[in-house]
T-cell receptor, first 115, second 116 residues
């Protein structure tokens, strides 16, 4: 079955450490996205990528970094510069970069806890 | 700037009862509107979307939504709720940004509980 795989489901880190969240898709989608979700909040866009080797900052990119070396992979690194990293992180993809016309497909998320 | 408001944080309905979840948006032009559903610990799934045309939109799982421009609303409805509908529901508005592919702005969500 095609879909988006995020791993691990739960991740624990000490403050000051960088951590990388994995996102892999086998939908052959061009565009991929990272969202952050906090309790009682909507989703906020961190980074997105419309094509390989290109990505753009979203609304809350500070303290995060991404890469898009392969079409199917879009890892997110939460750096020590991110002041409040504990959150639920969702990866998504869409067929093309026209997010308004091609629906988002979401992974099942990674819950990151930093202590 | 575009925004989305979901006035109800938490709603409880009895199984078999009808459901309406409210969504109000702020956007200068005709918006692209979406409803997504999220089960606990899971990602989001698209229920339905409105781009243009008929203002009553049918979606998956028996849901529908009505676009009312005069009220800036896009409320989600279901005639008879099932226990499996318990989840969190997100309304989103999409808008084009110059030089980009556009972005989705999500509301804060409405959590639905279903009583047996």
């Amino acid at each position: 079955d095609g879909g988006i795989t995020q791993s691990p489901k739960y991740l624990f880190r000490k403050e000051g450490q960088n951590v990388t969240l994995s996102c892999e898709q086998n939908l052959n989608h061009d565009a991929m996205y990272w969202y952050r979700q906090d309790p009682g909040q909507g989703l906020r866009l961190i980074y997105y990528s419309q094509i390989v080797n290109d990505f753009q900052k979203g609304d809350i990119a500070e303290g995060y970094s991404v890469s898009r070396e392969k079409k199917e992979s879009f890892p997110l690194t939460v750096t020590s510069a991110q002041k409040n990293p504990t959150a639920f992180y969702l990866c998504a993809s869409s067929m093309d970069g026209q997010v308004l016309n091609s629906p988002l497909h979401f992974g099942n998320g990674t819950r990151l806890t930093v202590t | 700037a575009q925004s989305v408001t979901q006035p109800d944080i938490h709603i409880t309905v009895s199984e078999g009862a009808s459901l309406e979840l409210r969504c109000n948006y702020s956007y200068g032009a005709t918006p692209y509107l979406f409803w997504y559903v999220q089960s606990p610990g899971q990602g989001l799934q698209l229920l339905l979307k409105y781009f243009s045309g008929d203002t009553l939109v049918q979606g998956i799982k028996g849901f529908e939504a009505e676009f009312k421009r005069s009220q800036s609303s896009f409320n989600l409805r279901k005639p008879s709720v099932h226990w499996s509908d318990a989840a969190e529901y997100f309304c989103a508005v999409g808008a084009y940004k110059r030089g980009s592919q556009g972005n989705l702005i999500f509301g804060k969500g409405t959590k639905l509980s279903v009583k047996p």
